[in-house]
């Protein structure tokens, strides 16, 4: 069984920073996609950023130059490292992985979502 476990939000002033990790517990045989996504009170859920198999990254335009998505394929850890935040940022992150089990079925899983308050 695949869960992710997210940490390393919280209550930040304005231009400040916060980095949000996301750790895969289980097994999946490969992750061809990794992506944080946020959802404010009253709007929907979008993507913030996302990188693929091969690090090709992807960034919402309101985020781009301030966040920045990475990944540790060891320890199978995606990080999303936010610089510069602003109040418009604050929402609960949510981290999605895709890929494949060992019996090569798509896998999709969503994080339980972590809190990030950004304060004038």
């Known amino acids: 069984q695949v869960q992710l476990v997210e940490s390393g939000g919280g209550l930040v002033q304005a231009g400040g920073s916060l980095r949000l990790s996301c750790g895969i517990s289980?097994?999946?045989?490969?992750?061809?996609?990794m992506g944080w996504y946020r959802q404010a009170p009253g709007k929907q859920r979008e993507l913030v950023a996302s990188i693929t198999g091969d690090s090709s990254t992807n960034y919402e335009d309101s985020v781009k130059g301030r966040f920045t998505i990475s990944r540790n394929n060891a320890k199978n850890t995606v990080y999303l490292q936010m610089n510069s935040l602003k109040p418009e940022d604050t929402a609960v992150y949510y981290c999605?992985?895709?890929?494949?089990?060992?019996?090569?079925?798509?896998?999709?899983?969503w994080g339980q979502g972590t809190q990030v308050t950004v304060s004038s």
């Open positions: 999605n992985v895709e890929g494949l089990t060992r019996e090569l079925i798509p896998h999709e899983e």
């Open positions: 289980g097994s999946l045989f490969k992750i061809n996609y």
